[in-house]
């Protein structure tokens, strides 16, 4: 069978031959926009930073790979009455670069919200269509909040003084001699801010004052001067926090003491020291439970305690000793209110505790969900990247919120307040808590460089967000039926057409810096998410796509990985040029359209058709000057004659006939299945993105056939393509990307007959059901 198919491949091919010599000799066509045009799959030479001995060309960390490590000592105190925060901190930096350092940038974010901050002042967007209360208080009514760091001293090791510049919310230490590579220097801050209501303008850090019991729950982050990273891509990063733009920190080691209210229950990144002491025996006991307890979580701090503990108000102190090693970052969360349950989960063969706090006006939402949305997070995310390395993960109820730190995230997601809650709350909520326990991986451990690249954790976090959201059914089959598809609100192919096909004033490409955008959510979370969920499913297939995506978080956790390391790698593992891919959706605005637009239906003919006709008068050929030919007539035009219709190519064709006679034994002809149909099928790509092009085929025999033709296919014409079909049955219909895998922004041109044409297909249909 495969020997003749050679034979008529070979026929084919002459014909083709004899075509492209036509096409030399006559006067080139007008050419279409991007006919030619082949940049779109040019390797990214010119975009993509030259590879160097700190970053291998592969992808992975080169030779002389390097990272800063900054380890703090701090003590911390909460002030619940003022909400103030007062901290002391000996920060010890370690310059493992190969460069001198001649001073430190150590980083001032809460000067975002400092009087007289330029952050306010850099929107030119006019007035809105409307406001918040609470924002139109604070834009019009209000006093500025004065919310910056008050920086008491910073010193040397030896107490002297440190001269310091800060420039907005960076702070840069002025060290007398240049710190050389190889070594190390510790200097003190000490510091006190206002703590700031976070429900106002959304703030990541703060607290949310309950007025029926007058308590404060604090969720706090980015609260203490933290260093600046620098590295061999952009010297220090010293980009101001602006608000919009998230965080770049290097790794250390945290001790850490936290002293606040003693009615309080606190928890934070890290190993808590001085469990005894802090917990009441009750509480020991059962968290020794839930050390143990793999299938549901155990409650250490019940609604009732923590109702009668909102009543306390303690003026005695307590402080919490922790503990973290290898973390970019610290974060606390501490309540008279919280209610704590804890669960363990199996891990890699080790055990994580998976936590969550939450206060009253959370439940009975945040006890029935929320630990099994860290559970299944850890699960789902340690599968297609590493094992979970850290020992606990918590999820915190603060309102409004969705924000990472190490070990700890604060989330959204309150019930009504007679505890009734939607499907919609409760998806929301699940969601939420995946994709911020979710960070952890990205960019908690696999540290890329947020205020640069918002995409680089937050894509990639939706997008592992999606795959652990599509499995909780597997595991919680009570939350959602297996039968039943979890309402995602980002990852499928279609979510993302309103944003890609909307008013290109308004769309930056993902390659965008998170500052200078317009729709940071499609931008930095829904498209590059979409884009991976697509590479994953039609471009690349999931057993390439996972083993490429997890060599990704393996070469880069624990280090601080460039986009250029994330789309090198995914090459470098899976030996599929991507290259096109990343140009289109993440370097352009271009957006995926692909359609059928003609298709022309040809008879097999012994007879030269005019266009032949004219080359061979063109060149004084005849006939006997060529191979034995066989030609195709087009059913729509003069070569055309109704004898040609219904017939097998070898009664309608000499040549072929003869050809078959003289090269084939009488058992192979008799095995051969001619074809009757011939078609040529035109497609078109308005759209600028190159993809697979994915064709379902419907015959008049009511089967299917469905080809996916690879994105190669628009390689040297990026406007339309064409394919010729051979088959022994009628072709009456053609969908393209049939199951909407490719974010095709215009459906209207992807069927063939089209929509307007679909009756007369209908009727067909119906003919051939009677
Ligand atoms: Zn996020």
Redesign the pocket.
């Known amino acids: 069978m495969n020997k003749i198919k050679y034979c008529f491949a070979s026929v084919l091919f002459l014909i083709g031959a004899v075509a492209m010599a036509q096409e030399e000799g006559d006067a080139k066509p007008e050419r279409q926009p991007g006919h030619y045009n082949q940049s779109k799959f040019k390797q990214m030479y010119e975009e993509f930073a030259t590879p160097n001995t700190y970053r291998s060309a592969s992808g992975a960390p080169g030779p002389d790979y390097y990272q800063q490590q900054a380890d703090y000592v701090m003590d911390i105190e909460l002030d619940d009455k003022n909400a103030r925060i007062y901290g002391e901190e000996t920060i010890t930096y370690h310059n493992n670069s190969p460069d001198d350092l001649e001073f430190l940038w150590v980083q001032l974010d809460q000067n975002v919200r400092a009087k007289d901050s330029k952050s306010p002042l850099r929107n030119g967007d006019g007035v809105n269509i409307a406001y918040t209360a609470d924002n139109f208080a604070e834009t019009f009514v209000n006093e500025p909040f004065d919310g910056g760091f008050n920086i008491e001293f910073v010193k040397d090791a030896n107490g002297k003084p440190l001269s310091h510049t800060i420039n907005q919310t960076m702070m840069r230490v002025n060290i007398p001699q240049p710190l050389k590579s190889g070594e190390k220097i510790s200097f003190s801050i000490k510091w006190w801010y206002n703590i700031p209501d976070h429900t106002v303008n959304r703030a990541r850090s703060g607290y949310e004052y309950f007025p029926k019991d007058g308590n404060r729950a604090y969720v706090i982050a980015q609260f203490f001067p933290r260093m600046a990273v620098y590295s061999d891509v952009e010297g220090w990063q010293n980009h101001q926090f602006w608000g919009s733009g998230e965080f770049a920190l290097p790794f250390g080691n945290y001790d850490v003491n936290i002293t606040v209210p003693a009615d309080h229950v606190l928890d934070a990144t890290g190993v808590l020291l001085n469990r005894d002491e802090v917990f009441s025996k009750e509480m020991m006991k059962r968290y020794k439970e839930a050390q143990k307890s793999y299938d549901k979580p155990v409650i250490i701090v019940t609604q009732e305690e923590a109702e009668a503990a909102e009543k306390g108000f303690s003026e005695k102190k307590k402080t919490w000793k922790f503990k973290a090693n290898n973390v970019r970052d610290y974060g606390f969360a501490t309540s008279r209110k919280f209610i704590w349950d804890m669960q363990a989960v199996k891990i890699g063969g080790k055990d994580v505790m998976a936590v969550s706090l939450y206060p009253k006006e959370g439940n009975p939402l945040w006890e029935e969900q929320s630990t099994k949305a860290v559970v299944q997070t850890l699960i789902t995310y340690s599968k297609h990247t590493f094992d979970y390395p850290y020992h606990k993960a918590i999820s915190v109820h603060a309102k409004n919120q969705?924000?990472?730190y190490p070990m700890i995230c604060w989330n959204y997601g309150r019930p009504n307040e007679d505890g009734t809650y939607s499907d919609r709350i409760k998806f929301g909520m699940i969601s939420v808590i995946i994709?911020?326990v979710?960070?952890n991986f990205f960019p908690m451990i696999v540290n890329s460089d947020e205020r640069q690249w918002g995409w680089m954790?937050?894509g990639l976090?939706?997008f592992m967000q999606y795959l652990a959201e599509q499995e909780f059914g597997k595991n919680y089959p009570e939350v959602i039926a297996p039968n039943e598809k979890y309402p995602s609100r980002r990852g499928e192919p279609a979510k993302i057409v309103p944003y890609m096909s909307g008013d290109q004033n308004f769309i930056s490409p993902i390659m965008s810096n998170p500052e200078n955008v317009h729709q940071l959510g499609p931008n930095a979370?829904g498209k590059p998410a979409t884009a991976l969920n697509i590479l994953r499913e039609t471009v690349m297939g999931q057993e390439l796509f996972d083993h490429a995506f997890k060599t990704y978080a393996q070469r880069w956790k624990f280090k601080h990985p460039t986009p250029e390391d994330f789309f090198r790698t995914m090459e470098d593992a899976s030996a599929v040029d991507l290259d096109w891919f990343w140009r289109s959706w993440f370097y352009t605005t271009d957006y995926v359209d692909i359609g059928v637009k003609g298709v022309k239906k040809y008879y097999v003919s012994n007879k030269p058709t005019k266009e032949m006709e004219k080359y061979m008068a063109d060149r004084n050929l005849t006939e006997a000057d060529l191979p034995p030919l066989v030609y195709l007539a087009e059913e729509d035009s003069e070569d055309f004659v109704p004898e040609l219709k219904g017939k097998s190519p070898t009664e309608t064709s000499q040549n072929l006939k003869e050809f078959m006679m003289d090269n084939m034994t009488e058992a192979e002809r008799t095995q051969v299945k001619e074809p009757k149909y011939f078609y040529e099928i035109t497609f078109e790509k308005p759209g600028g993105i190159p993809m697979p092009l994915i064709v379902e085929y419907t015959y008049a025999d009511g089967t299917k056939e469905s080809i996916t033709y690879p994105p190669q296919i628009w390689r040297k014409n990026d406007a339309e393509v064409s394919r010729v079909m051979a088959s022994q049955k009628e072709l009456v219909g053609i969908v393209v990307d049939p199951k909407l895998e490719t974010a095709d922004i215009d459906t209207t041109n992807n069927a063939w007959p089209s929509k307007d044409e679909k009756s007369d297909f209908e009727k067909f249909k119906e003919n051939i059901k009677g």
């Open positions: 969705g924000m990472e994709h911020e979710g960070h954790d937050e976090d939706t979370y």
